[in-house]
């Protein structure tokens, strides 16, 4: 069972009681749910150049090992992130009760606070009665073999349970995927749902353990399908962000001009449906992934060990 109580130093306790096994109609839910989640993705990709690619979409499974993980990662985490989120629920208040929405490219007043962040969203615009802030994120995590080099994948594991920590307790909802393409003829492309706000469960935080280095990557099938969850999605601000340590390289032609086009078209595409992008470089290509997105978009994660807190503060951020 799962503690309540989070304890002093931030870290969440667990009870291991004998776990019974899953009830029958439970199974046929997730086996419902994933069943859907592969009917979506395929449709999401069938006008583009991913219509043929074969693709599975999984919902990871966790265990006692994933459990006692999961607490060796957060302990030291949980601390930075409470106190981020400690600073951050206040200002959630003041929103909520304020006139004016911020964050905003255009508006009727001029913040001049916000032009430090040089991200040109320096202007406040009255919000309708009805309306109130909310912010939807969307964690794509690049699941290709060579993240099993340098502490890239401990990192990027350190970095989706800060951010799925910071979101439960922001009220935030929360999308976080893993890819991964040419594990098999059969299946080219695999995506790994662990966490979806459609279906939230408390064993989440658990499958974020089941993030791997495995095959190759298929970028912008990864980055269409995820846009466009968060897109029909009804939250007002909706941030899809990609951890990824290399280029895009996939089976049989998916590399080099051809695979950055089909990324920058995807992005081009989702952002006037309302999404914004940012990648967070953590290997060898970042040159390559900040001419993909931008440098507007682009984060260089220099230092691994700082990444997931500076991960949760640009989340905060959107607030």
Do not use: W
């Amino acid at each position: 069972m799962e503690s309540s109580d989070v304890g002093e130093d931030g870290s969440p306790q667990y009870h291991q009681a004998n776990p019974e096994p899953m009830p029958e109609d439970a199974k046929q839910r997730e086996r419902d749910f994933r069943k859907k989640l592969n009917q979506v993705a395929r449709d999401v990709v069938s006008g583009s150049i991913h219509s043929r690619v074969k693709l599975v979409v999984h919902r990871p499974e966790c265990d006692q090992e994933n459990q006692q993980e999961y607490v060796s990662l957060s302990k030291g985490l949980m601390p930075i992130v409470r106190e981020i989120a400690r600073k951050t629920l206040p200002l959630l208040e003041h929103e909520v009760s304020s006139e004016f929405a911020r964050n905003h490219y255009y508006g009727g007043k001029f913040q001049a606070d916000s032009v430090a962040y040089r991200d040109y969203r320096y202007f406040a615009k009255k919000r309708p009665p009805a309306e109130s802030p909310s912010l939807a994120v969307g964690l794509r995590v690049d699941e290709s073999a060579s993240m099993s080099a340098f502490g890239r994948l401990e990192a990027a594991k350190r970095a989706v349970i800060a951010v799925y920590e910071f979101c439960q307790i922001c009220h935030v909802p929360i999308l976080i995927y893993g890819d991964t393409a040419d594990v098999t003829k059969l299946e080219q492309m695999s995506i790994f749902a662990y966490t979806d706000f459609e279906r939230s469960d408390a064993n989440d935080r658990f499958r974020l353990m089941r993030i791997r280095a495995r095959s190759n990557n298929r970028d912008g099938m990864a980055l269409r399908i995820m846009a466009e969850r968060l897109a029909v999605s009804p939250q007002q601000t909706k941030l899809l962000i990609s951890i990824s340590d290399g280029q895009p390289k996939a089976m049989d032609d998916y590399t080099g001009s051809y695979a950055v086009q089909d990324m920058q078209q995807t992005i081009e595409e989702y952002e006037r449906k309302g999404i914004t992008f940012l990648a967070a470089a953590i290997g060898q290509d970042k040159d390559v992934i900040s001419d993909i997105y931008g440098s507007e978009r682009f984060l260089d994660i220099t230092n691994l060990h700082e990444f997931p807190a500076r991960l949760v503060r640009i989340i905060a951020r959107y607030l």
